[in-house]
């Protein structure tokens, strides 16, 4: 146990075993609907299901372990959505690749990363982000979470006139989600070690109380891992087309990491003058992670928003991730367990909603809004690319866009208004590409 905590620098951040175990459990319960999403999601690509979540679980449990033994950050992986929809949308039904081909996309966007962790370039990005867009993002994340998190309490749901409204509050799902949502906040407001653990633990049983989960057993052998394992194919992929989906795939997944990356940085505390600490180690993690899912058989991996929930819980080191990735080799085992806890349930409406876990995204949403009071907004050439930041990543629902759209207006507002050199220099080059994206997106 002393090596544990001296590994993973214990006093140094103010934390203990106990502490990192629940946060590494709160974590993984927030984030293990994608073990089931994910196969259903590939599997429209023509993937096997079963070798999918498999290959999930696997490469999940890989990248948490990576992420906490090398890097010592409290970030947990996985699949990320919206790459695997990019996978399996567009790339496989949309352009008419094969899912193996895919595969080696996918393959090849993560020797990319690798390639560019290497040599520190992302490392620069992350620093040549402004002070101002970085607390920003962090807060813009943390609408997008708190977004997530009432869309699957059931409390909004979408509307054809007004985008979205108030959900049907008194049905069973959402009191679920209220009662867990209010003893975490009741909690967490009196200092309650494990508040959102305990949240989580109250929905669950109201859920079950109420009949709205049931658990049909608890072992299970996992499936075979066979008809995704190498199955990758590289045949033919240099092509203009090729390199294209390599270059979104890239895009994509750059900017999400760099998002969660810092806004989960930001709330644990790791920001040291304005600049992460072994942010190349983590980034290393993200490529690694990549090629390996490749070649087990699942899309882009890389860090997970979900992971501020255990930061949340107090999570601060690289032991909240080994948990998580613990927990996703268990899964493999108790797919049952699991998958009662995070059971998808229906509203009167025909869709779905995970009430168990979606009082956490709330809570850590609130939470990660706190580091809007770090911005200047007296200084309006830096506050109102940071309020396009944080809008837009909700509004859009996509963390990339969001950053983008701040790069660009931070660039533009402070040239015209004469701040020019208040620019970071590799911000220049990197506005330009991504208003030339936008230029020619179709």
């Known amino acids: 146990m002393e090596f544990i905590k001296k590994y993973f620098c214990f006093e140094e951040r103010g934390t203990a075993f106990k502490t990192e175990f629940g946060a590494g459990l709160a974590t993984f319960l927030t984030m293990s609907y994608i073990i089931f999403v994910q196969p259903a999601v590939l599997g429209a690509a023509g993937m096997d299901k079963g070798a999918v979540f498999t290959?999930?679980?696997?490469?999940?449990?890989?990248?948490?372990f990576i992420m906490g033994l090398y890097a010592n950050y409290p970030i947990a992986q996985a699949p990320l959505m919206g790459e695997n929809f990019f996978f399996t949308y567009a790339v496989v039904l949309g352009m008419g690749?094969?899912?193996?081909?895919?595969?080696?996309?996918?393959?090849?966007?993560?020797l990319a990363f690798l390639a560019l962790a290497l040599t520190k370039l992302r490392e620069r990005l992350v620093d040549a982000v402004p002070e101002?867009?970085?607390?920003?993002?962090?807060?813009?994340?943390?609408?997008?979470?708190?977004?997530?998190?009432?869309?699957?309490?059931?409390?909004?749901?979408?509307?054809?006139?007004?985008?979205?409204k108030l959900g049907a509050v008194t049905s069973?799902?959402?009191?679920?989600?209220?009662?867990?949502?209010?003893?975490?906040?009741?909690?967490?407001?009196?200092?309650?070690?494990?508040?959102?653990?305990?949240?989580?633990?109250?929905?669950?049983?109201?859920?079950w109380a109420a009949g709205l989960i049931h658990f049909a057993g608890v072992l299970s052998a996992p499936p075979s891992l066979a008809p995704t394992l190498f199955k990758l194919d590289l045949k033919g992929l240099i092509t203009p087309d090729a390199l294209a989906v390599v270059l979104i795939f890239l895009f994509m997944s750059l900017f999400d990491t760099l998002g969660t990356l810092l806004g989960v940085g930001v709330q644990a505390g790791l920001l040291k003058d304005g600049k992460l600490e072994r942010v190349s180690r983590a980034l290393v993690s993200d490529a690694v992670a990549t090629t390996a899912g490749a070649l087990m058989g699942t899309s882009t991996v890389s860090s997970f928003i979900e992971s501020a929930t255990g930061v949340a819980q107090g999570g601060r080191t690289g032991l909240t991730a080994v948990v998580v990735g613990v927990f996703f080799l268990l899964s493999l085992f108790f797919s049952p367990l699991v998958?009662?806890?995070?059971?998808?349930l229906p509203l009167a409406d025909g869709s779905f909603i995970h009430p168990v876990t979606a009082p956490a995204l709330i809570l850590v949403g609130a939470l990660m809004m706190s580091s809007v009071c770090r911005i200047d907004w007296r200084d309006m050439s830096a506050a109102i690319p940071a309020f396009i930041t944080m809008a837009l990543i909700p509004f859009t629902f996509n963390i990339a866009d969001g950053i983008a759209f701040g790069f660009i207006s931070f660039v533009l507002i402070k040239t015209f208004t004469g701040k020019y050199k208040d620019v970071p220099p590799l911000l220049w080059p990197i506005s330009a590409l991504l208003a030339m994206r936008y230029a020619f997106l179709k």
């Open 339 to 344: 998958g009662a806890v995070n059971a998808a």
């Open 97 to 110: 690749y094969s899912w193996e081909k895919a595969l080696g996309l996918v393959f090849i966007s993560g």
């Open 132 to 164: 101002s867009l970085k607390y920003a993002i962090a807060s813009g994340i943390g609408l997008f979470v708190a977004l997530i998190g009432f869309k699957e309490a059931g409390l909004i749901i979408a509307s054809p006139s007004t985008l979205v």
């Open 172 to 207: 069973a799902p959402v009191v679920c989600a209220l009662l867990g949502l209010i003893v975490m906040a009741v909690l967490f407001s009196r200092n309650v070690k494990g508040a959102v653990l305990i949240g989580i633990l109250a929905s669950g049983a109201a859920a």
């Open 55 to 64: 290959a999930t679980c696997l490469a999940s449990a890989l990248a948490c």
